[in-house]
């Protein structure tokens, strides 16, 4: 008698009609932020009391696949990490009521009545720390393309605010890099790099960031993997407070359905490359250096 009551609420704790809420992650590839953040966000979840029903990876599941599981185990909510998975459950899951954390530049693609974390950080805090870990940085160069134009404007007005005059070039083609950098050198003291993918790509980098330390131009990078190829600074998110932050989020939404929201990551870490900054005559001070999350 006691082993069939025990099965039979262990069976509505599974099936979701007793006392947990069920979820479903979704990352978009086995990339270490996603999965510092997965980890983080499950062990949350766990303490909260919800229920992780399936986690599933874009990189080794096909997506389509990935929707038929979901479909069929119903989750209460769909936890998306990276901007593979928000979009193919914007396309794919429908109806369904999704949480996204990590997505790049959500304004291209998002719905308003979305709700995520992206993981754009917020510029003027970015901008902030820049002078007060640079206080000689004060003429800013950045390249943008049609797609970031706004983004430049946001920054050129926190910028003005701040006391920083700032170099903006749009250009159309990442194979003009080299030739705008070229004309900015001596009239910028940082190039601040935007995430803009018809700029900046994998084909590029590496030589843009190569040719900035010949020109004597300090960059200003998007994340640590930046730092380490040869930017002097870049900022980044606590991957592992975002899966936590995004734990918070989810726990709005099993409270009001309907919530909208739009967050950006609450916690900022920077790396720092000290011999680019020895190459560049860039001073760093010890505190700086010392709570850097990386040096290279």
Known sequence: MYKILIYIVLLGFISGDGFSQR?????????APFIKI???YE???????FLITGRHNLKEEESQKVVENISLNNPDIILTVGT????????????????????????????????????????????KRIL?????????GILYSAKTEKLVIDIKAICEKLGIAVSAVEINDSKEISSVVDNLKGSI??????ADTDIYNSKVIQEFLKNSIKDGIPVVGLS???????????????????????????????KEKNLIRKDSPRK???????????ILDVIISPDVLNNAKEVY
């Open 23 to 31: 979820i479903e992650i979704v990352i978009s590839s086995d990339a």
């Open 38 to 40: 997965a980890d983080s």
């Open 43 to 49: 062990a949350a979840a766990k303490k909260k009391g």
């Open 84 to 127: 593979k998975a928000a979009k193919m459950a914007n396309e794919k899951l429908q109806g369904m009521n999704v949480v996204h954390t990590a997505i790049l530049n959500p304004e291209e693609f998002m719905s308003a009545k979305s709700r995520f974390i992206s993981l754009n950080l917020k510029e003027d805090e970015k901008f």
């Open 132 to 140: 007060d870990y640079f206080s000689n940085f004060k003429r800013c």
């Open 189 to 194: 003291d940082f190039l601040y790099m935007v």
């Open 224 to 254: 640590e993997n930046y730092t380490k190829g040869g930017a002097l600074i870049s900022f980044d998110c606590d991957y592992e407070d975002l899966g936590l932050q995004a734990a918070e989020l989810t726990e709005m939404v099993f």
């Open 268 to 278: 900022i870490v920077y790396s720092l490359n000290k011999h680019v900054a020895e």
